[in-house]
Structures are given as structure tokens and as C-alpha cells.
């Protein structure tokens, strides 16, 4: 936690906080901690705005109903806590191109954008086929012992891993 | 715990947890496309660094409290093959975006306007994408349910789990220590 050390603390600290705040989440609110399924029930309550009809036949909606819940909470908190955090260690800033998007692939606004859409896209289709994703399987569920997370948080490195070097280089 | 069921103090509780994940994301650098994609790339280990510490305090967290029967298991119903091949259309899009869905949420209050008007746009139109083919996909058996759904192996294990968590954490330590000496 030296400040000198810029606005990060050791990933083991994080690592071992993050851990006890699963821990509090399943003590206090019998929830795990995962991020992905909210985006689900986000994109619901838009369409419903649109759709209503839609959404009430829709069987993943049924199974998931479109709610501000805990979930949905949770992803706003994580918003307002890291721009707490940057805001008070000085490392808020705007920006369009991450700076080793800038170095790896181009400056220019346009072809991140994409990418980040269509990133987006794959990652919200993966993240409900898989039922999970980095928090919810990687952290939560395999400490849970799941079969099902583990087999998951593999896979997903893996793809990320073989992607990242195909579209990035070495 | 009663006040479980209270909507009201349950959102409360989850945007309390999620404005402490989010100020530890960012704490941990991990709000940032640039650390995630080197982490990717096998440049930096922050992430592992990050996700494996966490697993070893939750899963000895829950071999304490679970046995007590002070928590419930929230294990994730599904089957093996949806979580390889979901998981693999994700690490496609886990590198191109740089981010993952709680990490995304940081990167916007870090600032990120890539994150906050491609990212999270592609993310929530992926979800709803997924939403449409649900039902399809479910008759066609490519999703499915097997015997690992909603399963923990807390459940198998007889006795304390700490017999077999605890040498699960030292060697998730000693991977840890390994990575430190070799890689950083």
C-alpha cells in the first residue's frame, strides 16, 4: 500500500481480499460473486421497454427474469468503487485507445472500437453458453469445487490465450 | 439470515459488494485492457496472481463454513461440454475486449470509453443474442444439463474438508511462489 508505488496494491492483497469478499458475499446476501448474468437481465430490461410480449414468451427470460437485483446492483457498485479508487490515487482518465492497443495494433479510435464491440458480443454469448465467467466460475465457483467452473476457467484462458497471441503476435 | 429475502436490503448488499470488488479490481490493476492483455499474452501474471490468491482464501473460507452449515453452495447448473465450449467462444472475446464482465465494469469507472460504449454495449447485445437461440439450442442438446450441474465437490467429501482443500491451497501456493521466481 505504498503510494509511492503508484494507485495499485499487491495482487496478493487484492487476491486475498477479493477471496473474503466472496466470502461475505455467500455469508451475507447468499450469493455468490459473478458478473456476467446481470448483463443478461440488463439487455431484458431494455428490450422489455421495446417488447414487453418478447420478453414474457422469451424461455431464457422466463427461466431468468429481466430485474434490477443484487446482480445488477453489483455491476453498478463495481463502476462507482473503481472510479473511488482511481479518483482518490489520481489515475482517473478518459480514454478512447488503451495505451498497448495503441503500441500493438493501431492509435486510431475506430478499429478498437470494433474490436471491443464485437469482443463484447462474443464474450456476452460465451459467458451465458458457459453459464459463468471470470468471477463467477473462475473465482467463485471454483472455490466451490465445481466441476463444471474449473472445467470453464481452463477453457476460458485457453481461449483467451491462443486468441491473444493470433491477434497480438507473440 | 432473514433479511435475505428483502429485495430492498439485498440490492443494498450487492452494490456494497460491488463497490468493494470494483475499488479492489482497480486496486489491483486489473480495470486496465493493458494488464489483462499482458497477462494474456504471458507478458504479466497480475491476474493469476490475482484470481488464484482469491481462490485459496474462498475455498478455505467455505471449507470452514460450509460443514458448519453457516453458508450455502451456489454451484452453476450447466454440463461439462457447455462450460468448454461456452468457455472458449469467451476466451475469444476475453482477448479481443481485454476485459471480462466484472473487469469491464471497473475499466468504465477507470474511464475507459472504449469499455463503456463498445464493450459494454457488445456485451449486453452478446447476452440478449444468447437469450433469442436459447430455446434452439436447447432442443438441438447443445446446451444440456449433465451429472456435474448445480454439483460442489465439498459435497463428496467425507469428514472435514480441509484434508483435501488444504493441500489444494499449498499447491496453489507453491504455483504461485513458482510463477514469482520464474516469471515476474
Redesign the interface.
Known sequence: MDISNG???S??L????????????????????G??S???K???I??QKINKDYIEK????KK?PPE???????????????????II?G???????????TY?ISPA?MP??????????????????????????????????????I???????????????I??G? | ?KF?HN?NI????????????????????V????II??Q???KDF?VL???????????L??SY?YPHK???????????Q?????????????????L????????????????L????????????????F??K??ILGI?KEDK??G????DKIEGNPFKY?LPAALILTAL?IVIEILLV
Open positions: 494507485p495499485h496494491w495482487p496478493y487484492v487476491g486475498i481480499l477479493i477471496g473474503f469478499l466472496n466470502i461475505l458475499a455467500l455469508l451475507f446476501s447468499n450469493r455468490a460473486i458478473a456476467s446481470s448483463y443478461a440488463i439487455s431484458g431494455i428490450v422469451n424461455e431464457f427470460f431468468n434490477i437485483d443484487w446482480g445488477v446492483m453489483l455491476i453498478f457498485g463495481i463502476i462507482i468503487g473503481s472510479f473511488i479508487s482511481a490515487s489515475d482517473f482518465a478518459l480514454i478512447w485507445v488503451p495505451n498497448l492497443w500493438l479510435i478498437r472500437m470494433l474490436t471491443a464491440l464485437a469482443g463484447g458480443i462474443i464474450i456476452g454469448i460465451g459467458s451465458r453458453w458457459a453459464g459463468g465467467c471470470t468471477s463467477g466460475h473462475g473465482i467463485s465457483g471454483t472455490a466451490q469445487l465445481s466441476p463444471i467452473s472445467a470453464a476457467s481452463i477453457s476460458f484462458f485457453i481461449g483467451a490465450i491462443s486468441t491473444a497471441a491477434f497480438y507473440l | 439470515m435475505n429485495k439485498q440490492r443494498f448488499l450487492g452494490l456494497m459488494i460491488g463497490i468493494a470488488f470494483g475499488f479492489l479490481l482497480h486496486k489491483g490493476g480495470t486496465k485492457f493493458d492483455v499482458s494474456l499474452r504471458l497480475t496472481q490475482i484470481i488464484l490468491s482469491s481462490i485459496i482464501v474462498a475455498m473460507g467455505i463454513l453457516i453458508i450455502s453452495l451456489k454451484a452453476k447448473r450447466g454440463s461439462l457447455n462450460a468448454v465450449i461456452g468457455g472458449l467462444i469467451f476466451g475469444v472475446g476475453f482477448a479481443l475486449l481485454g471480462c464482465p466484472g473487469t469491464i465494469a471497473g475499466s468504465v469507472g477507470n474511464g475507459s470509453l472504449d469499455s460504449f463498445a464493450g459494454l454495449t457488445g456485451i449486453i447485445i452478446g447476452s440478449f443474442l444468447f437469450a433469442v436459447y430455446k439450442l436447447r446446451l456435474y450441474s454439483k460442489s465437490l465439498f482443500t504461485l
